[in-house]
């Protein structure tokens, strides 16, 4: 596929001189997941949205090698997760011991390690935000018991049986590498590519708005007039 058509794809049609016209000026301002802040913003801010954009390129590429070596090391050796992981933690604590106690024998200061402690605040922040998340999840599955929003249902119909699926199919220590693969890499693509990635959503949205209407509509005309009345507010 050449670049004209990739342009034609993303609502970009030429002009009567035969040149592409601007992509902002054939284009509704559409943002992805309607977002207000900037890509930064989004992915938490500070150095970990640093690290997940590629700002910090060391650490982010530090994380892909040790996700990578560690889902080998799995998949390979047919440990368990939580074997592996008590395994490693059993390796550090030694090793940790060990060291303290040669400094202590050569006489030497010890570095000190930093303390990790969960304030108060800390936890009733998250257990807000878990509580708001909690509602917000069973008013989602009210309406939908109840046929109030049938394009909330759709999206969650079709979340499942994908979910259903990819759990058929890979292991979960497989999909967790691969959520962090997506997570470190996605983000920095999209802030690299923002203003084309937003036109060629913004193209399909209103595509697939404009198809939903039409579905939603036909299926209305079939439902009886007494569901409509009652469905209404």
């Known amino acids: 596929m050449d670049n004209s058509n990739s342009e034609d794809f993303c609502g970009v049609e030429p002009?009567?001189?035969?040149?592409?016209?601007?992509?902002?000026?054939?284009?509704?301002?559409?943002?992805?997941?309607?977002?207000?802040?900037?890509?930064?913003?989004?992915?938490?801010?500070?150095?970990?949205?640093d690290v997940i954009l590629w700002r910090r390129s060391r650490v982010s590429f530090g994380i892909v090698v040790v996700a990578t070596f560690s889902w080998l090391s799995i998949e390979r050796s047919g440990v368990s997760?939580?074997?592996?992981?008590?395994?490693?933690?059993?390796?550090?604590?030694?090793?940790?011991?060990?060291?303290?106690n040669?400094?202590?024998?050569?006489?030497?200061?010890?570095?000190?390690?930093?303390e990790l402690v969960l304030t108060e605040e800390m936890v009733n922040n998250a257990a807000a935000s878990f509580r708001a998340k909690v509602n917000y999840?069973?008013?989602?599955?009210?309406?939908?018991?109840?046929?109030?929003?049938?394009?909330?249902?759709?999206k969650v119909v079709i979340a499942l049986w994908l979910?259903?699926?990819?759990?058929?199919?890979?292991?979960?220590?497989?999909?967790?590498?691969?959520?962090?693969?997506?997570?470190?890499?996605?983000?920095?693509?999209?802030d690299k590519f923002e203003h084309r990635v937003d036109v060629c959503v913004g193209v399909i949205h209103r595509q697939f708005s404009k198809h939903y209407k039409i579905v939603d509509e036909s299926l209305q005309s079939r439902l009886p007039r007494t569901l409509i009345k009652d469905k209404d507010p």
Do not use: E, W
Not at 102 to 114: D, E, H, I, S, V
Not at 171 to 185: H, K, N
């Open 15 to 49: 002009n009567g001189d035969g040149r592409m016209d601007d992509p902002a000026s054939t284009s509704s301002s559409y943002k992805l997941l309607g977002r207000q802040a900037t890509v930064h913003q989004m992915v938490g801010g500070g150095k970990a949205a």
């Open 81 to 100: 997760f939580l074997s592996l992981c008590s395994d490693v933690l059993l390796i550090l604590v030694v090793l940790q011991f060990i060291r303290a």
């Open 102 to 114: 040669y400094a202590a024998f050569r006489n030497k200061p010890l570095q000190t390690l930093p």
């Open 137 to 154: 999840m069973l008013l989602m599955a009210h309406d939908i018991t109840l046929g109030k929003d049938f394009r909330l249902f759709f």
């Open 163 to 190: 979910m259903s699926v990819i759990g058929s199919l890979i292991s979960f220590v497989t999909l967790a590498y691969i959520g962090i693969i997506i997570s470190i890499t996605i983000p920095a693509l999209y």
